[in-house]
T-cell receptor, first 115, second 117 residues
């Protein structure tokens, strides 16, 4: 098992709800990532934080709002989502983002269902 | 933009046999990294093997090895002596070595591997 944890593991929410996904890495890494995994589609990178600064926002709708208060924690705040946002949301972390030996380690994901 | 293609949505193999999963990619870059990740059912995605494009030697990790053909932009994964625990989704991924874009992993759609006893 990797040292990246995610809570909750499952979440069902209505389109008017506000919820947050949490990710925590225990590996001492400097970068954290949010990915979206939908059925029949490749994993899509959503956000990248390096040393707590956002370095990538992959054209994600504003109803997804990331927050990285420190290098160990990453949140994804959700509001007024659509049914097509239902997916597995994966968090990852890495030690040396962009470096030659960098490898991303993934959490177990949060299975999100939007009704 | 780079793309990664896994042309086999599903594969199956008999226990103890060998299976090869295909991956091709499209890039104009000369320096990059390639990865195979494994995602077992309801479990975390883990790194299986990685390859640096500048290395001619194919990477190996125990029963897992790759056939990296840079000119053909091909990066296949061979699993030898398949075990029941190898059953999973396998994802091929590409990472650029270009400044400013090298944190990003580009994934293929995955291949579901079934191991039959």
């Amino acid at each position: 098992e990797t040292g990246v944890t995610q809570t909750p593991r499952h979440l069902v929410m209505g389109m008017t709800n506000k919820k947050s996904l949490k990710c925590e890495q225990h590996l001492g890494h400097n970068a954290m990532y949010w990915y979206k995994q939908s059925a029949k589609k490749p994993l899509e990178l959503m956000f990248v934080y390096s040393l707590e600064e956002r370095v990538e926002n992959n054209s994600v709708p504003s109803r997804f709002s990331p927050e990285c208060p420190n290098s160990s924690h990453l949140f994804l705040h959700l509001h007024t989502l659509q049914p097509e946002d239902s997916a597995l949301y994966l968090c990852a972390s890495s030690q040396d983002p962009g470096g030659p030996t960098d490898t991303q380690y993934f959490g177990p994901g949060t299975r999100l269902t939007v009704l | 933009a780079q793309t990664v293609t896994q042309s086999q949505p599903e594969m199956s193999v008999q226990e103890a046999e060998t299976v090869t999963l295909s991956c091709t990619y499209d890039t104009s870059e000369s320096d990059y990294y390639l990865f195979w990740y494994k995602q077992p059912p309801s479990r975390q995605m883990i790194l299986v093997i990685r390859q640096e494009a500048y290395k001619q030697q194919n990477a190996t990790e125990n029963r897992f090895s790759v056939n990296f053909q840079k000119a053909a932009k091909s990066f296949s994964l061979k699993i030898s002596d398949s075990q029941l625990g190898d059953a999973a989704m396998y994802f091929c991924a590409y990472r650029s070595d270009v400044q400013g874009g090298s944190e990003k992993l580009v994934f293929g759609k995955g291949t579901k591997l079934t191991v039959n006893p």
